[in-house]
């Protein structure tokens, strides 16, 4: 059972390792079965951290493998699944399989399949490709990351992780393992691995360490080879309430105001990666208490929810969203999601289901709250039909949060103040970079929310066709806008000031 010890060095730099891993470790099926993990001592020593229930005897069988001396640590039972995922999520030779790809066995490599649900990190197969895909899976879980790219370039393949709306480059490896790990990224999510031409998308379901992860693949053809992103979907932490999301009261009362009406338009908008399709989810969960018909039509369906109908867009067979929006409103539902308002079609039918005793859920994609109506009338969507349809918009954007461990303050310069209009002498806080955070500085992302509730005077002001100037005025006279509510975070010590002037920026556009 030895492993023997690479001479060639790797020649890439896996950065994503925070430290380095024994030379000699237990294969992931005895310590999951037998319950036992090995470490290493600050002094050098090994340590093997033993399940409460574990059986003593297995500790002869591990002395034999290690063939070195080691202390023994018991641990609880409910402790044990968080150390076992937390060690074996990641593989420090990993970067030696980077450059020991061989020509000779891609075939081998793209011929094993890996079954759907089976846990990745109990495959017990050492091929390089298929152990270094899920350790950057494995990897990107650990840290958070929301999405992988994989991009390659004449001079080599680089792979990128998005953590906090932020993209690093986590890998690099020769260009001849683009084709290698791109295919059997293809076979695992049930793609042509033999069409290079076309843009795929597909799905693989998989379990880490016991926790269920849906990862969503899209490859795109480009000149060095096919380019794929991975989105990363935990579905244990996907369907948050309403009070998870970080709205104010204020807001938080306006959006469950609406929600408990009987029928109308609520809409979400934000630029792609807000947490629009998140916000829409948390909705859904305050109104799936079972007593109502609740369906959806989704591009795609993100995550299934128990009680809910959920239908796929499929623009190939006819199935766009104004085809599955007009089919579901025959199936007698009390509450309608659909992903996305892309088109008149779309829309003529959203507000003809409000009128017609429905609840509608939907995102647009503008600036800002009040751009939606301006959006809608582009449509040719009468205003009388919006003003009697509209409950409420909410605009938000997500913003990196700074870590509470290491944050820093101080002034901000004269320039920053005039930006924003600050006060002299406001105190603000920037990123240092800690343990904690991964020495990035931030840790995890906030969201910044500005909601309109419609009503009667805002009603007036569609029907008589005021601009976004004169509505915007009378919706935030007595609530932030997003400038307002990202400014509020940034005296908070909550994000940093050129995150604020950012988003302001955005608002401004």
């Given at each position: 059972?030895?492993?023997?010890?690479?001479?060639?060095?790797?020649?890439?730099?896996?950065?994503?390792?925070?430290?380095?891993r024994?030379?000699?470790?237990?294969?992931?099926?005895?310590?999951?079965?037998?319950?036992?993990?090995?470490?290493?001592?600050?002094?050098?020593?090994?340590?093997?951290?033993?399940?409460?229930?574990?059986d003593?005897?297995?500790?002869?069988?591990i002395?034999?493998f290690?063939?070195?001396?080691?202390?023994?640590?018991?641990?609880?039972?409910?402790?044990?699944?968080?150390?076992?995922?937390?060690?074996?999520?990641?593989?420090?030779?990993?970067?030696?399989?980077?450059?020991?790809?061989?020509?000779?066995?891609?075939?081998?490599?793209?011929?094993l399949?890996?079954p759907?649900?089976?846990?990745?990190?109990?495959?017990?197969?050492?091929?390089?490709?298929?152990?270094?895909?899920?350790?950057?899976?494995?990897?990107?879980?650990?840290?958070?990351?929301?999405?992988?790219?994989?991009?390659?370039?004449?001079?080599?393949?680089?792979?990128?992780?998005?953590?906090?709306?932020?993209?690093?480059?986590?890998?690099?490896?020769?260009?001849?393992?683009?084709?290698?790990?791109?295919?059997r990224?293809?076979?695992?999510?049930?793609?042509?691995?033999?069409?290079?031409?076309?843009?795929?998308?597909?799905?693989?379901?998989?379990?880490?360490?016991?926790?269920?992860?849906?990862?969503?693949?899209?490859?795109?053809?480009?000149?060095?080879?096919?380019?794929?992103?991975?989105?990363?979907?935990?579905?244990?932490?996907?369907?948050?309430?309403?009070?998870?999301?970080?709205?104010s009261?204020?807001?938080?009362?306006?959006?469950?105001?609406?929600?408990?009406?009987?029928?109308?338009?609520?809409?979400?908008?934000?630029?792609?990666?807000?947490?629009?399709?998140?916000?829409?989810?948390?909705?859904?969960?305050?109104?799936?208490?079972g007593?109502?018909?609740?369906?959806?039509?989704?591009?795609?369906?993100?995550?299934?929810?128990?009680?809910?109908?959920q239908?796929?867009?499929?623009?190939?067979?006819?199935?766009?969203?104004?085809?599955?929006?007009?089919?579901?409103?025959?199936?007698?539902?009390?509450?309608?999601?659909?992903?996305?308002?892309?088109?008149?079609?779309t829309?003529?039918?959203?507000?003809q289901?409000?009128?017609?005793?429905?609840?509608?859920?939907s995102?647009?994609?503008?600036?800002?709250?009040?751009?939606?109506?301006?959006?809608?009338?582009?449509?040719?969507?009468?205003?009388?039909?919006l003003?009697?349809?509209?409950?409420?918009?909410?605009?938000?954007?997500?913003?990196?949060?700074?870590?509470?461990?290491?944050?820093?303050?101080?002034?901000?310069?004269?320039?920053?103040?005039?930006?924003?209009?600050?006060?002299?002498?406001?105190?603000?806080?920037?990123?240092?970079?800690?343990?904690?955070?991964?020495?990035?500085?931030?840790?995890?992302?906030?969201?910044?929310?500005?909601?309109?509730?419609?009503?009667?005077?805002?009603?007036?002001?569609?029907?008589?066709?005021?601009?976004?100037?004169?509505?915007?005025?009378?919706?935030?006279?007595?609530?932030?806008?997003?400038?307002?509510?990202?400014?509020?975070?940034?005296?908070?010590?909550?994000?940093?000031?050129?995150?604020?002037?950012?988003?302001?920026?955005?608002?401004?556009?």
């Open positions: 059972m030895a492993q023997e010890e690479k001479t060639n060095p790797a020649p890439t730099d896996f950065n994503m390792i925070a430290e380095p024994l030379l000699v470790d237990l294969p992931y099926i005895f310590a999951n079965k037998f319950g036992y993990v090995l470490h290493r001592h600050e002094n050098g020593r090994l340590l093997v951290k033993m399940r409460a229930d574990a003593p005897l297995n500790l002869l069988e002395r034999r290690v063939d070195v001396p080691f202390d023994v640590e018991k641990v609880e039972i409910a402790d044990f699944p968080k150390i076992l995922s937390d060690h074996y999520a990641i593989d420090g030779s990993a970067a030696a399989m980077a450059g020991a790809f061989d020509n000779d066995d891609d075939a081998q490599f793209l011929s399949d890996l759907s649900a089976d846990d990745l990190l109990d495959s017990a197969d050492d091929a390089p490709a298929i152990r270094l895909i899920n350790v950057i899976i494995a990897e990107a879980v650990r840290q958070g990351a929301s999405d992988i790219h994989i991009e390659p370039y004449e001079t080599g393949l680089v792979i990128r992780m998005r953590k906090d709306g932020v993209l690093e480059e986590k890998l690099r490896m020769p260009a001849h393992v683009a084709s290698v790990v791109v295919s990224i293809k076979v695992m999510a049930r793609l042509d691995i033999a069409e290079r031409r076309v843009p795929q998308d597909g799905r693989i379901a998989i379990t880490l360490g016991g926790k269920l992860v849906d990862v969503r693949v899209s490859t795109l053809p480009s000149s060095a080879g096919e380019r794929v992103v991975m989105r990363i979907l935990d579905k244990e932490s996907s369907f948050i309430s309403i009070d998870l999301l970080g709205m009261e204020d807001a938080k009362d306006i959006l469950t105001s609406a929600l408990s009406e009987p029928n109308g338009i609520i809409l979400v908008t934000g630029p792609t990666g807000s947490g629009k399709t998140t916000s829409l989810y948390a909705a859904l969960k305050y109104l799936n208490d007593s109502r018909n609740i369906l959806t039509v989704e591009d795609p369906v993100e995550y299934g929810v128990e009680g809910i109908g239908t796929q867009v499929n623009a190939k067979v006819g199935m766009t969203f104004a085809a599955g929006l007009r089919a579901i409103l025959r199936q007698d539902p009390d509450v309608v999601m659909v992903g996305e308002i892309r088109d008149k079609e829309a003529d039918i959203a507000v289901a409000a009128l017609t005793g429905h609840l509608v859920l995102t647009v994609h503008t600036n800002d709250a009040v751009g939606v109506i301006t959006r809608l009338r582009d449509m040719r969507i009468e205003p009388f039909l003003a009697s349809t509209l409950r409420a918009i909410i605009a938000q954007r997500l913003v990196r949060r700074l870590c509470p461990d290491c944050k820093t303050s101080g002034q901000a310069s004269k320039g920053m103040i005039a930006l924003l209009g600050l006060d002299q002498g406001t105190i603000v806080h920037q990123p240092k970079g800690c343990p904690n955070c991964n020495n990035s500085g931030f840790k995890g992302r906030i969201g910044v929310f500005e909601v309109i509730r419609v009503d009667e005077t805002i009603r007036r002001l569609i029907n008589e066709g005021g601009d976004e100037a004169i509505i915007a005025r009378h919706a935030f006279i007595n609530r932030p806008n997003l400038s307002g509510a990202v400014s509020k975070l940034m005296r908070a010590g909550e994000i940093t000031l050129e995150d604020a002037i950012r988003i302001s920026r955005q608002e401004g556009e």
